[in-house]
Structure formats: structure tokens, C-alpha cells
């Protein structure tokens, strides 16, 4: 009887190194999954900011391209209204001052 108490208690004992292995191993395995999961997270955050920077530069360029599109064609613009005035300009002054007389 004596020794089956004795088996019976070495079992218990092994039984609790056992469980005691496995905690250690479930706590270093959730340290890992915590480790990789902010290393992921880091990784994604670094990813995201680096396309993020990339798209602004790419619209910012595309602003620019177009402002500069917009000041040249208004210049050109501009232009043609200056070269239309200074041919038409007599006519317009004297259909101005007509209309002015007539009041």
C-alpha cells in the first residue's frame, strides 16, 4: 500500500512539472505571438506611411503639373485679350463714345 501511495505521489509530482513545463511553454508562446503581432503591426505602419508619402508626392506633382497647365493657358489667354484689344481698340472707343453721344 506504502508504495503505491508512492507511486501514486510521484505521479502527482510528475504530473506538476508537467503542467508547470507547459505554462512556461504557453507563456513563451504568447510572448512570441506578441512579439510578431507588434513587428507586423510596425512593419504595416511603416508600410502604410512609406505608399502614403508616395501618394501625396504622386498628387502634389499632379497639383503642380496642373497649376502650371492652368497659369500657361490663362496666359495664353490673356494674351489673345490683349492682341483682340489692340487691334480693336478704335472701334470699341469709337462705338463707346457713339453711345455716349447719343444718350
Not at 11 to 26: F, T
Not at 62 to 74: C, I, Y
Request: with cysteine; proline share 0%.
Amino acid at each position: 500500500m506504502e508504495d503505491t501511495l508512492k507511486h501514486l505521489f510521484q505521479i502527482e509530482e510528475a504530473s506538476g512539472r508537467i503542467m508547470d513545463r507547459v505554462e512556461l511553454q504557453k507563456e513563451a508562446c504568447r510572448k512570441e505571438y506578441e512579439e510578431k503581432t507588434a513587428a507586423f503591426d510596425e512593419q504595416m505602419k511603416r508600410e502604410t506611411e512609406t505608399h502614403i508619402a508616395a501618394l501625396r508626392e504622386q498628387l502634389k506633382a499632379e497639383r503642380e503639373e496642373k497649376l502650371s497647365s492652368l497659369v500657361s493657358e490663362t496666359k495664353e489667354r490673356e494674351e489673345k485679350m490683349r492682341s483682340l484689344f489692340a487691334v480693336k481698340k478704335d472701334v470699341l472707343a469709337g462705338q463707346l463714345v457713339k453711345s455716349i453721344l447719343e444718350e
